[in-house]
């Protein structure tokens, strides 16, 4: 199936407080979000037409905007307001949206304190992120050799642009490999995430997830734990080494995009899809989609 490139697609996007043409919601070469990286995201599904847990995403928008020292021009309200809006103007069922804050090109410098706050929220369909295939037989990860920075050398806690450049480094590699995707490491050496989800494992009937300080705290991170919890699951936040891999029984990724996704390798070692991961990812895709039917429960 071709893909259309995003830049050509048709459409609407909200865009500064107006539904403009998908190919009009343009910004200057020279805008500071990026060449300095002064940008911050997110990242939610629609379900059945349904935006899951809006109001907790836009409450992370707006701490990212806080915490790179943008002053977001609009109220939580309206931009909740905005991304129902458009996904009904775009006839999105199960789709993906991405609100996106930068800074324009008022100035060129590090400094930017006149630059205009720039807001646009994109929608589109999107099913799936990982195909079914993937789903079915599980991903696969190499470990990256860049790291996770300490949160002391960046605010790790916000989803903003500049964080995710040694993810696409990681994730390229790992495809040129013949790898799904990549393990992050953080600045110690100890086990973070994938380039864009939070990772849990099954150690002897308990689920095991790093303790994310300096890495997001995944919206779908901690549904995962809550659904896990409900089910009489332990759940330990933990430092974890890389040499504790070998002795998991399961592993999954989680993430607003990937949902929940079992992982079947990480380097040359192999994993089952396991009874603990199938459960929690039906169990998930239940709560987010309403229509959706549990099989295998």
């Not at 865009?15 to 403009?20: A, D, L, M, P, Q």
């Not at 993937?134 to 002391?152: F, I, V």
């Not at 393990?183 to 689920?207: C, H, P, Q, R, W």
């Amino acid at each position: 199936m071709e893909i259309i490139p995003f830049d050509k697609r048709i459409g609407f996007i909200w865009y500064n407080g107006e539904i403009v043409e998908w190919q009009d919601a343009t910004t200057h070469v020279l805008n500071h979000g990026l060449h300095y990286g002064s940008c911050v995201f997110e990242g939610l599904r629609v379900y059945s037409s349904n935006i899951y847990k809006l109001e907790q995403h836009t409450d992370r928008l707006f701490h990212s905007a806080n915490r790179m020292g943008i002053e977001v021009p609009y109220t939580k309200n309206e931009l909740n307001d905005a991304q129902e809006q458009i996904i009904k103007k775009m006839n999105i069922t199960y789709g993906y949206i991405r609100p996106v804050i930068w800074r324009g090109s008022e100035m060129m410098a590090i400094s930017a304190q006149k630059n205009k706050i720039n807001v646009a929220i994109a929608t589109w369909e999107w099913p799936s992120y990982f195909s079914p295939e993937d789903r079915l037989k599980g991903l696969t990860l190499q470990t990256a050799e860049w790291r996770r920075p300490p949160a002391n050398t960046i605010p790790t806690d916000a989803k903003a642009a500049g964080l995710y450049m040694i993810c696409t480094l990681s994730k390229h590699k790992a495809e040129k490999d013949g790898f799904t995707d990549a393990l992050m490491l953080d600045y110690e050496g100890k086990v973070a995430e994938s380039t864009g989800s939070n990772i849990f494992f099954v150690f002897n009937g308990e689920l095991h997830t790093p303790i994310p300080h300096c890495f997001l705290d995944g919206i779908t991170r901690q549904t995962a734990i809550s659904i896990a919890e409900k089910q009489g699951i332990k759940v330990v936040q933990r430092d974890i080494f890389p040499e504790e891999i070998k002795d998991a029984q399961e592993i999954f990724l989680t993430g607003s995009a990937v949902e929940i996704n079992p992982v079947r390798k990480i380097d040359d070692l192999e994993f089952k899809v396991g009874k603990v991961t199938s459960m929690i990812s039906e169990l998930y895709l239940s709560e987010v989609d309403k229509n959706y039917k549990i099989n295998n429960l």
